[in-house]
């Protein structure tokens, strides 16, 4: 069963404009999330993460929000660049300690 | 830098034949992780070590063995390769547990996309 779900599996945005991803996760115990990023025939890459003991991380560009009661996240790009566009996957920890549980991916476009 | 190699960027191969795929990483990583890719349904967990000649199964290990003789090298059996292996692999390794609040919890290598005719 999925334990982390990004429902949107693609998302059309002006450059310029501001990215908006979606996850939801079901398991409460969750403590860390994870945002990577992956063009096509390479490796995902780490992006930004988030601890459950805050509520907002941000780097540059990108910011990631955590609401814990709603048992959601989302990554926020802005402005967002036509390099942007890319698959994003949001994850977090499997109980092991080791693996991660990632979501489908949400295809972001980013149109000049 | 941080460099996690797999031998093969692409690999055609015909049904029942044994595949190896192999991955090796120059951090001195304890973790190594075998996930594949495919259209719809994300990255999922194959198989993991913790260890030299230490593994967990993942979420889908069925069809699949792995080794790990070394600390470096990693690698992924398909025992006897059918049409629904065809996939995208991606191997990664980490130090630690999954999380760290340092950059890159877990380095991934280009993949190797795997076709079975």
């Known amino acids: 069963d999925q334990q982390v779900k990004q429902n949107s599996p693609s998302l059309s945005v002006q450059e310029g404009r501001i990215s908006i991803l979606n996850c939801d996760y079901t398991?409460?115990?969750?403590?860390?999330f994870l945002w990577y990023k992956k063009y096509p025939a390479e490796g995902p890459t780490f992006l930004i993460s988030i601890s459950s003991i805050k509520d907002k991380n941000e780097d540059g560009r990108f910011t990631v929000f955590l609401n814990k009661s709603a048992k959601h996240l989302s990554l926020h790009i802005v402005p967002s660049q036509p390099g942007d566009s890319a698959v994003y996957f949001c994850a977090a920890p499997q109980h092991s300690g080791y693996a991660l549980n990632f979501g489908k991916g949400t295809s972001l476009l980013v149109t000049p | 830098d941080v460099k996690v190699t797999q031998s093969s960027r692409y690999l055609v191969k015909r049904t029942g034949e044994k595949v190896f795929l192999e991955c090796v990483q120059d951090?001195?990583?304890?973790?190594m992780f075998w996930y594949r890719q495919d259209p719809g349904l994300g990255l999922r967990l194959i198989y993991f070590?913790?260890?030299?000649?230490?593994?967990e199964k993942g979420d889908i290990p069925e069809g699949y063995s792995v080794s790990r003789e070394k600390k470096e090298r990693f690698s992924l059996i398909l025992e006897s390769a059918s049409t629904n292996q065809t996939s995208m692999y991606l191997c990664a390794s980490s130090s630690y547990g999954a999380w760290t609040d340092s950059n890159q919890p877990q380095h991934f290598g280009d993949g190797t996309r795997l076709s079975i005719l």
């Open positions: 951090m001195d990583h304890e973790n």
């Open positions: 398991n409460s115990m969750f403590d860390y």
């Open positions: 070590s913790y260890d030299v000649k230490m593994k």
